[in-house]
């Protein structure tokens, strides 16, 4: 049997890896473990998504927590060296941009161990992001890149990524809610009556990218627009812990209206997502999720690696330009908040499948690309 390891830590690697792992234990060729480098650690920022994706408990939990950047990454990097140099795995993936990934990554190629990258070459082009460096220092050593779309993979062979080590699998976050959709249905009703909330008739908040909330300006006009928009919509904003750490040490105030929440796991996010009139975000993983479910999605960036989602016309990105997001809600609600959605090709739910089968060819041929 090979030895895989998948390396999450973050909310956001726990949904990548899940279809991941159920693929590659069902296709039965490895010994699949999940190193945790403890990156989250509240409860609904970590354990609940194990419970709602049936992942099995991380076979390891680091324990980093959060420091400063080079902190937490160098903390991650030297227990990954350590654990790696003892268990000797065939092959290392990572998920996504987060600290966690770059940390697995460099803690694998440093012992020459083969790295897998999935969600390889989305690119912002905004160096400014802690996540851009992140993607482009670990797709520079990965062996093998598995990319979600055309404009990911135009990109890494524009950066001189052999393309022989590219693969364009589709999004893995498809995976996830395909797998789960069932599961997701059926408790949405549930979800909408804990809010007091009827299907179309609010928008789902969620903020938390440092360039949005770290800066007390930036962050007071976000509040401005939320504060205006729930004159007319109900807002939910399910809070993310550095979001509202901002928001209590800046003293800034939000609207009584706007129902701000916990974190909220998994399978309730989504069950409230599904139903939305429409979602306010700078996430990444909910600009694709956001198409899947044929949501519209207000973009509060200045620029996006979702290039594929706007083209597919579920996402808008406006930054912080009041007037564009008054005018995008105006002609969304004209079209009853459901745009006319464009398929992306290989968003298909097959993508973990196909990571999985391109994994085990490569460990058979004895890691050659
Ligand atoms: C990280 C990722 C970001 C991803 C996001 C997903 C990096 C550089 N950033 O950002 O790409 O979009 O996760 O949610 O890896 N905190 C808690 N409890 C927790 C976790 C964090 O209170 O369980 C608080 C701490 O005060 C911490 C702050 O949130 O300092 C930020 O956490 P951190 O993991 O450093 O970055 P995120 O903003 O979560
Ligand atoms: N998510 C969740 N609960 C929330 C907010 C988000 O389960 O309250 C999920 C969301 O569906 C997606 C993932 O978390 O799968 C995205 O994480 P996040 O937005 O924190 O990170 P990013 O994608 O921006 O890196």
């Given at each position: 049997m090979k030895r895989i390891f998948l390396i999450v830590g973050a909310r956001p690697n726990f949904v990548k890896a899940a279809p991941l792992y159920r693929s590659l234990v069902e296709a039965g060729f490895a010994d699949v473990r999940i190193i945790h480098t403890g990156q989250h650690y509240d409860f609904n920022m970590s354990d609940i998504f194990f419970r709602d994706l049936d992942l099995p408990s991380p076979d390891v939990n680091l324990e980093v927590g959060s420091g400063s950047h080079g902190k937490q990454t160098g903390e991650m990097l030297i227990k990954l060296d350590d654990y790696f140099y003892r268990e000797n795995p065939?092959?290392?993936?990572?998920?996504?941009?987060?600290?966690?990934?770059?940390?697995?990554?460099?803690?694998?190629?440093?012992?020459?161990?083969?790295?897998?990258?999935?969600?390889?070459?989305?690119?912002?082009?905004?160096?400014?992001?802690?996540?851009?460096?992140?993607?482009?220092?670990?797709?520079?050593?990965?062996?093998?890149?598995?990319?979600p779309d055309e404009y990911a993979e135009k990109n890494l062979l524009k950066e001189g990524i052999p393309a022989e080590k590219v693969f364009n699998v589709g999004n893995i976050l498809m995976d996830a809610l395909i797998n789960n959709f069932s599961k997701i249905e059926n408790l949405s009703t549930g979800v909408l009556e804990k809010f007091g909330v009827r299907p179309l008739g609010y928008g789902v908040v969620t903020i938390h990218r440092a360039h949005n909330v770290d800066d007390s300006r930036r962050l007071n006009q976000i509040i401005e627009i939320l504060n205006q928009l729930s004159s007319k919509y109900d807002l939910i904003f399910p809070i993310h812990p550095r979001t509202l750490k901002r928001i209590r040490s800046f003293d800034v105030v939000l609207n009584n209206k706007i129902k701000l929440v916990d974190p909220l796991g998994y399978l309730e996010f989504v069950g409230l997502l599904m139903n939305a009139a429409f979602v306010l975000t700078d996430s990444g993983g909910v600009q694709t999720e956001s198409y899947f479910l044929n949501v519209p999605c207000i973009t509060l960036r200045e620029n996006t690696e979702w290039l594929s989602t706007i083209d597919s016309g579920t996402n808008f990105l406006t930054g912080l330009d009041w007037r564009k997001i008054q005018s995008v809600l105006n002609e969304l609600k004209d079209k009853g908040f459901r745009p006319n959605r464009k398929e992306i090709p290989y968003w298909d739910g097959k993508t973990s499948n196909r990571v999985a089968s391109i994994i085990k060819d490569y460990l058979d041929q004895g890691g050659q690309n």
């Amino acid at each position: 049997m090979k030895r895989i390891f998948l390396i999450v830590g973050a909310r956001p690697n726990f949904v990548k890896a899940a279809p991941l792992y159920r693929s590659l234990v069902e296709a039965g060729f490895a010994d699949v473990r999940i190193i945790h480098t403890g990156q989250h650690y509240d409860f609904n920022m970590s354990d609940i998504f194990f419970r709602d994706l049936d992942l099995p408990s991380p076979d390891v939990n680091l324990e980093v927590g959060s420091g400063s950047h080079g902190k937490q990454t160098g903390e991650m990097l030297i227990k990954l060296d350590d654990y790696f140099y003892r268990e000797n795995p065939d092959l290392v993936v990572v998920f996504g941009d987060t600290n966690s990934t770059l940390a697995g990554a460099l803690a694998a190629v440093k012992l020459g161990i083969k790295l897998a990258h999935v969600e390889a070459g989305a690119r912002s082009f905004d160096l400014s992001m802690p996540e851009e460096i992140n993607r482009i220092l670990t797709d520079r050593v990965s062996d093998l890149l598995f990319v979600p779309d055309e404009y990911a993979e135009k990109n890494l062979l524009k950066e001189g990524i052999p393309a022989e080590k590219v693969f364009n699998v589709g999004n893995i976050l498809m995976d996830a809610l395909i797998n789960n959709f069932s599961k997701i249905e059926n408790l949405s009703t549930g979800v909408l009556e804990k809010f007091g909330v009827r299907p179309l008739g609010y928008g789902v908040v969620t903020i938390h990218r440092a360039h949005n909330v770290d800066d007390s300006r930036r962050l007071n006009q976000i509040i401005e627009i939320l504060n205006q928009l729930s004159s007319k919509y109900d807002l939910i904003f399910p809070i993310h812990p550095r979001t509202l750490k901002r928001i209590r040490s800046f003293d800034v105030v939000l609207n009584n209206k706007i129902k701000l929440v916990d974190p909220l796991g998994y399978l309730e996010f989504v069950g409230l997502l599904m139903n939305a009139a429409f979602v306010l975000t700078d996430s990444g993983g909910v600009q694709t999720e956001s198409y899947f479910l044929n949501v519209p999605c207000i973009t509060l960036r200045e620029n996006t690696e979702w290039l594929s989602t706007i083209d597919s016309g579920t996402n808008f990105l406006t930054g912080l330009d009041w007037r564009k997001i008054q005018s995008v809600l105006n002609e969304l609600k004209d079209k009853g908040f459901r745009p006319n959605r464009k398929e992306i090709p290989y968003w298909d739910g097959k993508t973990s499948n196909r990571v999985a089968s391109i994994i085990k060819d490569y460990l058979d041929q004895g890691g050659q690309n």
